[in-house]
């Protein structure tokens, strides 16, 4: 069994920062793409960004410049810096991680529960 969690979100003012985690546990054969998504109320859940196993990163254009993310392959987690934080970033934030659990099989996308991100103005 794998498992995402999330820890790290919560209330801020904006132009705040917060910094989202995320550790993959389990039967872990190897990790290829990690990222975050996040969905806001009544709308889908978006990309926000993503990392490939070799670092190269994918960002939202809404969210370039503000936010970073980053990984460690040793630890098996990825996390999210989040600056200058707007409210129109308000949203649950799910970790996502594409992963083979064992050699034999093909991969699969896990997600974590999600964590609440609040930005009041």
């Known amino acids: 069994q794998v498992q995402l969690v999330e820890s790290g979100g919560g209330l801020v003012q904006a132009g705040g920062s917060l910094r989202l985690s995320c550790a993959a546990s389990g039967t872990i054969f190897s990790i290829n793409a990690m990222g975050w998504y996040r969905q806001a109320p009544g709308k889908q859940r978006d990309l926000v960004a993503t990392?490939?196993?070799?670092?190269?990163?994918n960002y939202a254009d809404s969210v370039k410049g503000r936010f970073t993310i980053s990984r460690d392959n040793a630890k098996n987690t990825v996390s999210l810096q989040m600056n200058n934080l707007e409210p129109e970033d308000t949203a649950v934030y799910y970790c996502?991680?594409?992963?083979?659990?064992?050699?034999?099989?093909?991969?699969?996308?896990?997600w974590g529960r999600g964590t609440q991100v609040t930005v009041s103005s």
């Open positions: 996502n991680a594409n992963i083979k659990a064992d050699w034999r099989y093909r991969a699969l996308d896990y």
């Open positions: 990392i490939t196993s070799g670092g190269r990163t």
